[in-house]
Each structure stands twice: as structure tokens, then as C-alpha cells.
């Protein structure tokens, strides 16, 4: 019985898997900027429930804290603009605040100001 996949090529595989991601240059939060650490979100700027297809990368504590900040008719009149949503001064302080944080650094985040 022949075999499915040959041992040989799976170590191929993921040795060029491990170059890739090697080589690849962490992108940056779509919020913050900063780059991005292990944990990552693919955050929708539109919420899906209100027609958003497009996801951005995000570190996890900077999508919570535009969720605490924001409700869904927000994020859809804002959109992709990163500008707008930072022209808040709760998240502009949160912003200014995350910056000289580690890629990885997670926190709770604040209680919905809604």
C-alpha cells in the first residue's frame, strides 16, 4: 500500500513553514501601532452585524478597550478611521498610555462607558 505523504516531505514542510514565519516582519496594531506579540485578533473596524467584512490584526487589550469605549453604531460610522476613533480622549489616554508597553502586555481593560 503506497503511503499518503511522505516522511520526507512533511520535514520539508514545516522547515520552510518555521523560515516563513521567520522572515515574515511582524505587522502593527491597526489601533496602537506598536507590533504585534504572540496573541493576535482579527478585529472587524465594521461589526459583522452591521455589514463588516474587512478584520484588522490587534493585539487582544486594544480590542477590548475599543469595545468598552464604543458601541457597534460607532465603530460602523467610524469605520476604518483610525483618526476618528483616536480623536476620543479616553482612547487617545489609552493610546498614549499602551505605547511603552510590551508587545505582549495584557491588562484588564476598563468597564463599559456606555
Not at 87 to 105: E, G, Q
Request: charged share 30%; hydrophobic share 35%; glycine share 4%.
Amino acid at each position: 500500500m503506497a503511503r499518503k505523504h511522505s516522511k520526507a516531505g512533511a520535514y520539508y514542510e514545516e522547515t520552510s513553514r518555521e523560515d516563513e514565519e521567520e522572515t515574515a516582519a511582524p505587522a502593527p496594531c491597526w489601533l496602537c501601532g506598536r507590533p504585534l506579540g504572540k496573541n493576535i485578533v482579527l478585529h472587524h473596524p465594521v461589526p459583522k452585524s452591521r455589514g463588516g467584512r474587512d478584520v484588522v490584526p490587534m493585539h487582544p487589550i486594544c480590542q477590548q478597550t475599543l469595545i468598552a469605549n464604543f458601541s457597534n453604531a460607532e465603530l460602523q460610522r467610524h469605520a476604518l478611521d483610525v483618526e476618528a476613533i483616536l480623536l476620543n480622549p479616553d482612547m487617545r489616554k489609552f493610546v498614549d498610555w499602551v505605547a511603552k508597553k510590551d508587545p505582549d502586555f495584557h491588562a484588564s481593560p476598563a468597564k463599559k462607558k456606555r
